[in-house]
């Protein structure tokens, strides 16, 4: 896909007609449905500068009455490696486990590195036509890529600097001992532009849950970086490798808020009891969880998790690749899937659904309060084409125009 917007305005500027949520409507005092009205948004300086009274009869830009959200954010993808703008393949029945793609990758590796620019590139812009603005993204840091997808991931993104941001992971997909990633990773650990140590299944992949979280762990304290954890293993191992990095965070404050473990599977396996358990353990270590929300006979406890205060981040991870046939790019989908899969159907509950894709900051409060967007906020926001935030959860309603960092992209 080639990106789907063109630059309407940037600096300073003013848009009129803008639709913003200012409460519930209630019946019984059940929310029954989402009041709206018509706004005008002044922008400068890439924040958003004054909300006021609607000035239709203004030269701002027409916002058509499209309703403005905060524009989405995907917390787990891999942008450096995708099949997206090559012919299309599914998986292959042959490989199995994740020793058997480390193989596969460490034998294509060398060809996809020749248009990994490009396909991160065709693969941002099918995010913005999403409305996404920012990704925290895996990076692969292997033997076989040495830092070239990193680099390469890194010219991608300064070609789409005006329009898309990002939080970086370097993601040992290779294993940390079980292929001589360490030298790389203390190299990447080093650099500006990398925000997050990542890992991999520390126990089925390197033998051991000490040794690599110890490494992780203190590589993150030695560059003041936060931590990022892939864990696939749903058994003891996966318990305990999640409670380590528990008690590592509250060991080290400067880890609780920056430490996350992506996947927790694990966590869909437990009695009720234990769910409660971990959760209240996870919220008092501020270590928090990124998911792509799976189905395979894994439904992840995300309702308890946020109940106890856990941060609950999502994101597509895979977004049709050599690891999954799925994964669409689309982050309402996202909340989409969310709402269904945990029944979150009235207009309250689906309202709320919509924080999964802008990772928690909604229109109204849980009491129906106006609370963004308002002077000072990011100016990083979606038009939709629906009435409000239920309809656009529900919906998965198409998004007209983007905005990052105050720069407005309208859909061509």
Known sequence: MQFPYQLTAKGKYSLKNVRLETG??????????????????????????AVKFN?????????????????????????????????????SPKRKTVKDMIAYEQEIIPELLKTSVERAEQLIS?????????????????????????????QALNNKKDSFKTELVAFP?????????????KEAAQMKS??????????SIDGSIEKVMDFTIQLALDHHKGIDIHLHEAGESGIKTINYL??????????????????????GHLSPKETEQIAERLAEGKVGIASSIPFRGTIMPVPTLKKYGVNVLVGNDNVQDYWST??????????????????????????????????????????GNQQWPKAGDEAAIVLADAS???????RMSPIEALMNDGNLFWRK
């Open 194 to 203: 990398v925000d997050f140590i990542g890992g991999l299944d520390p126990f």
């Open 326 to 367: 799925f994964g669409s790019g689309n982050m309402l989908q996202k909340a989409n899937l969310i709402a269904e899969l945990y029944g979150y159907a009235t207009e309250f509950a689906l309202s709320r659904a919509l924080q999964f894709a802008t990772q928690s900051i909604l229109p109204l409060d849980d009491k």
């Open 126 to 154: 099918l995010l913005q036509h999403y409305g996404t603005h920012f990704v925290r993204t895996h990076f692969n840091i292997d033997p076989t890529s040495g830092l070239k997808s990193l680099e390469h991931l890194e």
């Open 24 to 49: 519930f409507e209630y019946e019984n005092e059940e929310v029954t449905g989402t009041k709206t009205d018509l706004f005008s948004i002044e922008i400068e300086d890439g924040k958003i500068q």
């Open 173 to 185: 997909q290779h294993g940390i001992y079980y292929t001589d990633t360490v030298p790389l990773l």
């Open 388 to 394: 409000c935030s239920a309809e656009a959860v529900s």
């Open 246 to 267: 528990i008690d590592k965070a509250l060991e080290n404050p400067e880890l609780q808020g920056k430490t996350f473990v992506s996947h927790a599977f694990a966590l």
């Open 55 to 91: 000035e239709p009869s203004s030269n701002a830009i027409d916002a058509k009455g499209y309703l403005m959200l905060p524009a989405f954010r995907d917390m787990h993808i891999h942008l450096d490696k995708t099949w997206y703008g090559l012919p299309w393949q599914t998986l």
